[in-house]
Each structure stands twice: as structure tokens, then as C-alpha cells.
Nanobody
Framework: QVQLVESGGGLVQAGASLRLSCARS????????MGWFRQAPGKEREFVGG????????RYADQVKGRFTISTDNAKITTYLQMNSLKPEDTAVYYC????????????????????WGQGTQVTVST
């Protein structure tokens, strides 16, 4: 079993930055692609970005490209989502997710590809 715990959310003004963290515990294998999703009130959960378990590949949703960056620590235990130039439309609950994956450079974008989920952290961007 894998547990994921997000942290780092909060209330910021438009244009500010935040860094979310996702700490993974449980199974010791590092072969997990990690994804970030978000869900705004009244909207469906959407893919924000992800990183392969090799660390060599990242993917981002068009609406965050150039503003958000995903990285991991050397042990691939903690995954980060650096969010810059935040906009009010980035307001949502952000979730990290882990996909046990046999392919080192795969970065799934669909929710159902991910096996484990964190509890979510709220990000609110004010005007």
C-alpha cells in the first residue's frame, strides 16, 4: 500500500508563487509515475502535470505550461509542484497521485491510470 500526503497549499494573491509537496510512504519501490490533478468547485478533476518515475519526462496541461514545474527529490520520495504566476483560475483542491508503472518515461494523464491518491490541499488565488 502507498500513502500520499500533500502539503503547501494556502491563500495567495494573483501573481504569487506556491510550492506544493507530496510525500510518498509505504512500498519502497520508486517505480511510480507521479501526477498532480486539481478540482475546482463545480468542475471535474483535471490533470495538471506529471513526472515519470525515471524523472526524465514531465508533462503539463496547456493552461499551466510555462508557469508550473514538477520535480522530485533524489530518492523520489517527495514530489513537488512549483506554481508561479498564479491566477484566480488556478484556485482548486490539488491532489497528487501515484501510478505503479513498468515504463520509466511514461506519464499518464488520465485519473484512472493512477492507483493511489492523496487527500488534497486547497489553493486559493485572490485577485
Amino acid at each position: 500500500q502507498v500513502q500520499l500526503v500533500e502539503s503547501g497549499g494556502g491563500l495567495v494573491q494573483a501573481g504569487a508563487s506556491l510550492r506544493l509537496s507530496c510525500a510518498r510512504s509505504g512500498r519502497t519501490s520508486s517505480r511510480y509515475a507521479m501526477g498532480w490533478f486539481r478540482q475546482a468547485p463545480g468542475k471535474e478533476r483535471e490533470f495538471v502535470g506529471g513526472i515519470s518515475w525515471s524523472g526524465d519526462r514531465t508533462r503539463y496541461a496547456d493552461q499551466v505550461k510555462g508557469r508550473f514545474t514538477i520535480s522530485t527529490d533524489n530518492a523520489k520520495i517527495t514530489t513537488y509542484l512549483q506554481m508561479n504566476s498564479l491566477k484566480p483560475e488556478d484556485t482548486a483542491v490539488y491532489y497528487c497521485a501515484a501510478d505503479r508503472n513498468d515504463y520509466p518515461d511514461d506519464v499518464p494523464q488520465r485519473q484512472w491510470d493512477y492507483d493511489y491518491w492523496g487527500q488534497g490541499t486547497q489553493v486559493t488565488v485572490s485577485t
